[in-house]
């Protein structure tokens, strides 16, 4: 995943899966450790802010080096381009571009960031890969084999290209791990609160969290699926996860999706789904179409274009999801009415915390039998039960708590849809600006 790689050509020779390729001793990089030893040596030893920012040490390091002709690190200094393809060397008419997108937020909160920071040390100055410790040195591994002179790619991890144009300043097309982010809670103001939040805590899941809908198929994962699966619960059926000899076990299959808790559930929470992601669509300023017929400019800039890709990706993500919920609904919609028998769990099925999506293991750590009881005495059960009596169902958009009547569960989710319009924006980019880096 990067536009430029490395050659093996002066090596004359293949590389195996697993073979150290590249190697470079301590001495020659430059760290925190080399910052405090030049120059900027005095000023690291008194600023606590250069103390407690290793990025910004490791910045000023550069830059020193940079005015220093004799400097051991000019030959490579030299091969550094001039400017970067960041927001932050973005023009105004370019990062106009991002509007909408969820990554806008933190552009902006980078933005700010680095502007109180150069103001501070103006006032001040007056102006990855591993780690061996053994050998000390910091070393390369191939991920796969190559042969002699085969270009090698830099992995930079599973980012989404919201990560890739904020921090690296290129966007990767057909980027399988790219994402859409989303944050979804369960209202204090339910009036079944109590009840979903101890089974989403036997799950491991937290009652607000920001979730993800992904570019590949399932648009949700493992988690997500758990955690709408419980927010869409009767009453009933989290009694079913609280209560009984096989309590335990609807905890451990809510993140499968071969074992809905019933037909009725999965109805909700992908028509859920499906009214979710159609108003995130909504909340966009131009539409798939328009995208596509402005790229087909050629007089774009080169972030101009990276930024319309961006908002365009979100856009796709989401049309994907309202799609395949919708085809959800309707293929559960049809097992309900058939009255088709539910799966039932075996004990003997080992994956049931994973989904489809490679990357995506759900992370519900789910307590051992002794943990187990030591939840039930934490929490009676059915106190929990009898307090889920005095509130009503509801959600959580980013900080902001829904107040409901005494609609029943279907119209409390009707109601959240339409009342989510107004904030569905907010609920996802709320999530972005949520994140500090």
């Given at each position: 995943?990067c536009?430029?790689?490395?050659?093996l050509r002066?090596?004359g020779k293949?590389?195996k899966a697993?073979?150290l390729?590249?190697w470079v001793?301590?001495k020659l990089?430059m760290?925190?450790e080399?910052a405090k030893?030049?120059?900027?040596?005095?000023?690291y030893s008194?600023?606590?802010?250069l103390?407690a920012?290793?990025?910004?040490?490791?910045?000023?390091?550069l830059?020193?080096?940079?005015?220093?002709p004799?400097?051991f690190w000019?030959p490579?200094?030299?091969?550094?381009?001039s400017?970067y393809?960041?927001?932050?060397?973005?023009e105004?008419?370019?990062v106009?571009?991002?509007?909408?997108?969820?990554?806008?937020?933190?552009?902006?909160?980078?933005?700010?960031n680095?502007a109180?920071?150069?103001?501070y040390?103006?006032?001040?100055?007056?102006?990855?890969t591993?780690?061996?410790l053994e050998?000390?040195?910091?070393?390369?591994?191939?991920?796969?084999?190559?042969?002699a002179g085969e270009?090698?790619y830099?992995?930079?991890?599973?980012?989404?290209?919201a990560?890739?144009?904020i921090?690296?300043?290129f966007?990767?097309?057909?980027?399988?791990h790219?994402r859409?982010?989303?944050?979804l809670g369960?209202?204090?103001?339910?009036r079944l609160?109590?009840?979903?939040?101890?089974v989403l805590?036997?799950a491991?899941i937290p009652?607000s969290?920001?979730?993800?809908l992904h570019?590949?198929?399932?648009?949700i994962?493992?988690?997500?699926l758990?955690?709408?699966?419980v927010?869409?619960?009767?009453?009933?059926e989290?009694?079913?996860h609280?209560?009984?000899d096989?309590a335990?076990d609807?905890?451990f299959?809510?993140?499968?999706s071969e074992?809905?808790?019933?037909?009725?559930n999965?109805?909700?929470?992908?028509?859920?789904?499906e009214?979710?992601?159609?108003?995130l669509?909504?909340?966009?300023?131009?539409?798939?179409?328009?995208?596509?017929?402005?790229?087909k400019n050629h007089d774009l800039?080169?972030?101009a274009k990276?930024a319309i890709k961006l908002?365009l990706g979100?856009?796709e993500?989401l049309?994907?999801?309202?799609?395949?919920?919708?085809?959800?609904?309707?293929?559960?919609r049809?097992?309900?009415?058939e009255k088709?028998?539910?799966?039932?769990?075996e004990?003997?099925?080992?994956?049931?915390?994973?989904?489809?999506?490679?990357d995506?293991?759900?992370?519900?750590?789910?307590?051992?039998?002794?943990?187990e009881?030591?939840?039930q005495?934490?929490?009676?059960?059915?106190e929990?039960?009898?307090?889920?009596k005095?509130?009503?169902n509801g959600l959580?958009n980013?900080?902001?708590s829904i107040?409901?009547?005494t609609?029943?569960?279907?119209e409390s989710?009707n109601?959240e849809?339409k009342?989510?319009?107004?904030?569905?924006?907010?609920s996802?980019s709320d999530?972005t600006?949520?994140?500090?880096?």
């Amino acid at each position: 995943m990067c536009r430029s790689g490395l050659w093996l050509r002066k090596y004359g020779k293949s590389k195996k899966a697993e073979e150290l390729f590249l190697w470079v001793p301590r001495k020659l990089l430059m760290t925190v450790e080399s910052a405090k030893n030049s120059v900027l040596g005095p000023l690291y030893s008194q600023d606590r802010i250069l103390q407690a920012m290793g990025n910004i040490a490791l910045a000023f390091h550069l830059l020193c080096e940079r005015a220093s002709p004799n400097s051991f690190w000019q030959p490579y200094i030299q091969t550094l381009p001039s400017e970067y393809d960041t927001p932050l060397y973005f023009e105004e008419d370019e990062v106009r571009y991002l509007q909408s997108t969820q990554a806008i937020h933190d552009v902006f909160s980078q933005y700010k960031n680095t502007a109180r920071q150069y103001a501070y040390f103006y006032k001040v100055i007056q102006i990855t890969t591993g780690y061996n410790l053994e050998d000390d040195r910091c070393e390369c591994v191939a991920l796969q084999d190559f042969r002699a002179g085969e270009q090698i790619y830099i992995f930079y991890g599973t980012r989404s290209n919201a990560e890739f144009v904020i921090h690296s300043g290129f966007f990767f097309d057909n980027n399988s791990h790219d994402r859409v982010k989303i944050k979804l809670g369960v209202s204090k103001s339910d009036r079944l609160y109590a009840m979903k939040a101890e089974v989403l805590a036997r799950a491991g899941i937290p009652t607000s969290s920001v979730f993800a809908l992904h570019f590949t198929e399932p648009p949700i994962s493992a988690q997500l699926l758990a955690f709408l699966r419980v927010f869409c619960m009767t009453e009933e059926e989290l009694k079913e996860h609280l209560l009984g000899d096989s309590a335990i076990d609807r905890i451990f299959t809510l993140g499968n999706s071969e074992f809905p808790v019933s037909w009725d559930n999965e109805v909700k929470l992908w028509t859920f789904l499906e009214d979710r992601a159609s108003l995130l669509l909504k909340t966009y300023k131009t539409t798939i179409e328009e995208d596509k017929s402005v790229l087909k400019n050629h007089d774009l800039s080169v972030r101009a274009k990276m930024a319309i890709k961006l908002r365009l990706g979100e856009k796709e993500i989401l049309e994907k999801a309202v799609k395949s919920a919708a085809v959800n609904r309707e293929y559960y919609r049809q097992q309900m009415e058939e009255k088709a028998p539910l799966p039932k769990y075996e004990e003997s099925n080992l994956g049931l915390l994973e989904s489809s999506v490679g990357d995506s293991r759900l992370p519900l750590v789910l307590r051992n039998l002794e943990e187990e009881a030591g939840v039930q005495d934490a929490l009676n059960i059915r106190e929990a039960i009898s307090k889920a009596k005095a509130t009503e169902n509801g959600l959580v958009n980013g900080e902001n708590s829904i107040p409901n009547g005494t609609r029943s569960e279907n119209e409390s989710l009707n109601q959240e849809s339409k009342r989510a319009v107004e904030d569905a924006k907010g609920s996802s980019s709320d999530s972005t600006a949520g994140v500090k880096e």
